[in-house]
């Protein structure tokens, strides 16, 4: 397609339910990053994959967080045991260098409501 | 500490005047950016600025970046009301992740 792609668009969880979050970069971009953005600020970075390998997963909340891309494209984000503060939205960004880039492109994202 | 902080928070502008959105960070970095976010809406790239003095301008908007005092402003000229949104600046700081600024929230009035 012709930019980032991610579903659902929203999603509600029961607290305590998994979730799986799905994100398309854009055709042939190599780098893919996840940002979690509370409501009122700014993205925080949560992890980032150069094609399939996951380089940098420091930004990841917790250990029922968990991140994959197993062919280089498709990533999805899953979140086990949802608990009320990982409500937020899910951003992924693609770009199109390896390594040092010069613009990301954004998702729509991904509105998690844990209730 | 990696952070960075714009300012204001708030801004409700008249039409027509003009003003400035500050963005310092904490330490060295490679690259400083300019996003522009909807309500709703996923965020826009405005502006990518590399070396220090460098200056990009598009339409009313101009950002700039020193980088000797870590500073980096985005003007607004003679705003109208579609330049209403949240503006978030960002910088990495030698690797590939951002950090970003938690946002100036702008208005413009008619």
């Known amino acids: 397609g012709a930019g980032v792609s991610q579903s659902p668009r929203y999603k509600v969880a029961k607290r305590g339910q998994d979730v799986a979050l799905r994100c398309d970069p854009i055709?042939?971009?190599?780098?893919l990053f996840w940002y979690q953005q509370a409501l009122g600020q700014g993205p925080e970075f949560l992890t980032y994959f150069q094609n399939e390998a996951q380089l940098d997963k420091s930004g990841l909340p917790s250990d029922r967080f968990f991140a994959e891309r197993p062919e280089g494209s498709v990533s999805t984000l899953k979140i086990q045991r949802t608990q009320q503060e990982d409500s937020a939205v899910y951003l992924c960004?693609?770009?199109?260098?390896?390594?040092?880039?010069?613009?990301?492109?954004f998702g729509s994202g991904t509105q998690l409501s844990v209730l | 500490e990696l952070k960075v902080e714009q300012n204001p928070l708030f801004l409700s502008m008249q039409e027509g005047k003009n003003y400035t959105i500050y963005c310092n960070y904490s330490?060295?970095?490679?690259?400083l950016y300019w996003y522009r976010q909807d309500p709703g809406k996923s965020l826009e790239s405005l502006f990518v600025?590399?070396?220090?003095?460098a200056v990009k301008q598009e339409g009313r908007l101009m950002a700039s970046l020193d980088t000797k005092a870590r500073l980096s402003t985005l003007h607004i000229t003679a705003a109208v009301h579609d330049l209403s949104a949240t503006y978030f600046c960002a910088a990495n700081f030698g690797n590939e992740k951002l950090t970003f600024g938690t946002g100036t929230r702008l208005t413009i009035i008619p």
């Open positions: 330490t060295t970095s490679d690259r």
């Open positions: 960004a693609s770009s199109g260098r390896q390594g040092f880039f010069e613009k990301l492109f």
């Open positions: 055709s042939g971009h190599v780098s």
């Open positions: 600025l590399l070396s220090n003095g």
